[in-house]
Every structure is written in C-alpha cells, then in structure tokens.
C-alpha cells in the first residue's frame, strides 16, 4: 500500500523520465550503432523534444476523460481516426484499414509489415498510472490499445510487458521480479520474451552491456533502418549486423530497454544513458527506460540536472492539434497538469476496482481482491490467443473469428466462428440471423437456433461455425451484421463483420 502523496511523486515520475530518456535517444533514433552519451547533445532552451512516444497517451486520457472507463479498442479507432495525425509505419497502415471498415485486431494484422515493431509498449504508461499496483487491469488497456496497430504482432506482446511492469512498480522495486511479473503476462515461447532472456543471461554471466548488446542483435535484430545502410556503423555491419528482417524491431529493444535495467543498477544516469547507447529505438527505449524509473523510485530521484534543461513542458509531433481544442487546448500543458488529470482518473479506476493506495473518501473503501497478485494468473493471456474482434453486452460477451482470414479470393469460401459467452445466470434460446445479400450463400443457414447454459454451467459457451459463400462477382467491401437475439427478451445484439474479397 503506497500514500496518495508517493502515487503522485511516481506519476510526476514517470512522466517527466518520459520526457527525458525521449529527448536524450532522439538525435540516434534508428542508428545502429554504439552510441557514447552522457547527457543531451544539443542546446533545448528549456524544453523537451516533441515526443510521439508521448502524444497517444495523451490522446488516451481525454478519450478516458470523455468516455470514462469502460473503453476498448473500437472506441479507441474512433479517436486514433480522428486525432492521430501521421500515415507512417504501423501508425499509418493502422489507420488506412480503419478507412476501409476493418476493425481492431485485423487493423494491426492486415497488410502490417510493422506489427512487431515497437510503436504500441511506447504509450504503455498511461494504463499503468491509472491502474497501479493493478497489472491485471493495466493489461487489459493495453491490450486493447496495441491490437489497433499491431493485432497479433510482438508488438502488442511488449505493450502488455511494459503495462505490467509499469503498473506494478508502482508497489514492487525489485527489477527482476519486475521482468518477471511482466513475463507472466505474454507467451512463454513469443520473441519479446526470448530476447529479454537473452539479457538476463548475459547480465547473470557477467558480460558487460556492450558484449550483452551485442549477443541481442545477433539473434534478435529487425532490419536496419528501411534498409539504409547510411543508418549502420561499420562495425556493426563488420558483426554482421547489416541484415535482418523488415519491421521485426520490438524483441531487440525490450532485450536492450532490460539491458539498461540490469546493467544501470538502480542508478538514473547509468540505467539512461547504458539503454540509449545501445543504439536502435534509442528515443523509444530511453523514454520507457525514464519513465520507469520515475515510477519505481518517485520524481525526487531523478537528478535535477537532468530536468533544468527540458522544464515540465510538453511537447506534441503527431497529434490532430485543430480538433483538439482551440489548437489544442484539450492536451496537458506540462507534467504538472497530466499528472493532475491522470490522478484524476486514477480515482476513478479506485472506486470501481479498488488500488493499493490510501485514499481519502468513498474510492478507499474498495477493497482489492481476496486472490489479487501482481503476477498473471492461469488464463491471464487467453484473450490474446486468437485474433477476434470482440463485443461486451449486458449478459454477454461474443467474439467473431474470421479463421479463413479477413480476406478471400473470389469463388473461396469464407469461415467465421462465433463465441457466445454467457455471464449471466440464466441459460437462453438464441437466434442468429446472417444479414447478408440475397446471392450469398450461409451455412448451416442464414438464420438457426442454438442454446446457451447460464454462467455456473460448464456449457456457458457456445462455439457456432458459419461459412460465407460469395458470388463469383461479389464487391472487394462487404460490410454487414450478425444479429443475435434472445429468446423471450427484447435483447438484441449486432456484430459487424467486413469480408475483403481481393481480385
């Protein structure tokens, strides 16, 4: 249990290491090289460096300011369409399959060359500030946050690491049980964690972090730079470092982003400046680095020289600055004013779920659960399993799997899976209407019956195949719903679904 006082000195924290380890990474952002810092290498005149690692958290927090809690990645495509303004990388193939209908996770898989790479565990801070000392729920949020441009990828893999890592430092400063806490949480066999193996090993053996950076690229390093050799020293490409796969980035900079943990010790400057002068996301890596730090250890132990020549301004480079606001008054000013408005919500998360911290009032009498740990439990990760979209209602929740892909070739034939899941105490009749057009063909029917049990049953679950027969001349976009009702209710629930049919 931490006092509301210690939760705002980790969120002041946090995000001002954000700011830090980003503007001291961001002049070697992409090289591949071994960098030899110390401190920032350019004249800031007082403020950070725009920072996108930041701007979508900050995107987040209005979205949870207006929406409240109950969020997850539909409601996010809503706002990353609207606000995120770049089509670079994930960013951008995220966005152009939000455009044609497709909904999250497919808009993270679909013709993503970058889901692996490392734009989703950037932006993990903000689920863990709201829900600290509660990896549990922060990894939720994530979860829902990465899918939206990285789907099934090691990208989202790392987001839901960082989450509960970031969360539960909030209560828990030993680094390795950290790692370990945030390796419960994602596959065993999955890059991400492979590669911060790789780090551990090298940090139990005793290699210094440049023989340990080293071991990473060797087995774990994505492409260069889109191929630029301009962006490789040659020492690195006399390694054999100047190959790799495209877009395959995210294991190598968690596996350095836990070099800089191990190898700095505890220390601020060392634990920076070792991550960053590794080399590769440096400006990604430093921020998580610094923000991390902020959390384990409160902003009093980040060294004041680090902070005069940056302030606690914020600084934007990727955010819809005309709609947010008079040119975008809705976005925090300063840490000061995020850290405000976080704590904010952070009450809000405390009076639904309950938070290991003392709090004054009505969110204080939310007691944690009786079985809560800090580490995953069995069927923490079976959500990520399978790639679904996903749709909560009042009694139910129901999952739509497209198994033959998001996309077919004219004349194939198309299979979905639905999971119907029953939360509530009463079993139910359920009808399923395909709204298709009249020249496709359903099986087993374009409208069948089936039954579900209630919650306590072992039957709760309903698991229903439908295979989709377009004509030969079907359009490239079908959009249209399944409609579930129940019987006896007035209920009625529509999942959307969009076929891709390529020619």
């Given amino acids: 249990m931490i006092s509301q006082q210690e939760y705002r000195s980790k969120v002041l924290g946090c995000w001002m290491g954000k700011n ?29 460096l725009p920072n996108d690692d930041l701007d979508i958290q900050l ?53 993503n060359f970058f889901k692996n790479s490392c734009g989703a565990f950037i932006r993990s801070e903000i689920w863990a500030c709201i829900a600290p000392g509660r990896p549990d729920i922060a990894v939720r949020y994530a979860y829902e946050d990465a899918i939206l441009d990285h789907g099934d990828g090691e990208g989202t893999y790392a987001a839901v690491f960082c989450a509960a890592i970031e969360s539960a430092a909030f209560v828990e400063s030993d680094i390795i049980k950290l790692i370990h806490i945030g390796l419960s949480y994602i596959p065993e066999d999955c890059g991400v964690t492979k590669a911060i193996h790789c780090a551990i090993d090298s940090y139990k053996k005793g290699d210094t972090w440049l023989e340990a950076r080293h071991k990473m690229l060797e087995v774990y390093r994505g492409s260069v730079f889109f191929q630029n050799l301009e962006h490789i020293a040659q020492a690195d490409i006399d390694r054999g470092f100047d190959t790799g796969e495209m877009g395959w980035d995210v294991p190598s900079n968690i596996g350095i982003l836990i070099i800089g943990l191990l190898y700095g010790e505890g220390n601020f400057d060392r634990s920076l400046c070792v991550t960053v002068n590794c080399g590769e996301d440096t400006d990604c890596t430093g921020a998580t680095l610094g923000a991390l730090y902020g959390i384990m250890h409160g902003i009093e132990s980040i060294p004041e020289k680090w902070i005069e020549p940056i302030g606690r301004s914020i600084k934007t480079a990727c955010l819809n600055l005309g709609d947010l606001g008079y040119f975008g008054s809705m976005i925090p000013v300063n840490i000061d004013n995020l850290t405000d408005r976080t704590e ?28 809560w740990d800090l580490y995953a ?78 919650s306590s049953w072992y039957n709760n679950s309903k698991i229903l195949d439908i295979e989709l027969q377009p004509p030969e001349q079907a359009c490239s976009s079908n959009r249209f719903v399944i409609e579930i009702t129940v019987d006896g209710r007035s209920t009625v629930m529509l999942i959307p679904v969009l076929l891709l049919i390529e020619y």
């Fill in 59 to 111: 995107l987040w927090l209005i979205m949870l300011e207006e929406q409240g809690l109950h969020v997850n990645s539909s409601i996010m495509a809503e706002y990353w369409q609207s606000f995120v303004a770049p089509f670079w990388a994930e960013y951008g193939n995220a966005k152009i399959n939000m455009q044609g209908g497709v909904m999250p996770p497919f808009t993270g898989i679909r013709n």
């Fill in 20 to 48: 830090i380890g980003g503007t001291l990474g961001a002049p070697f952002e992409w090289r591949r090289q071994v960098n030899n810092v110390d401190f920032y290498t350019q004249d800031l005149g007082g403020d950070p």
């Fill in 344 to 371: 904010a919500v952070m009450h809000k998360m405390a009076a639904q779920h309950g938070l290991p911290i003392d709090l004054k009032g009505v969110s204080a009498t939310v007691k944690l659960p009786e079985q």
């Fill in 377 to 454: 439990n069995r069927d923490a990760v079976a959500y990520m399993n399978t790639p679904a979209t996903r749709h909560s209602f009042p009694f139910y929740d129901i999952s739509l799997e497209y198994v033959s892909g998001i996309s077919v070739k004219p004349g194939q034939s198309a299979k979905l899976r639905l999971t119907v899941k029953n939360k509530y105490r009463f079993q139910a009749g359920l009808n399923i209407q395909c709204y298709t057009p009249d020249n496709w063909g359903v099986l087993p029917a374009k409208s069948f019956k089936t039954f579900v049990g209630q």
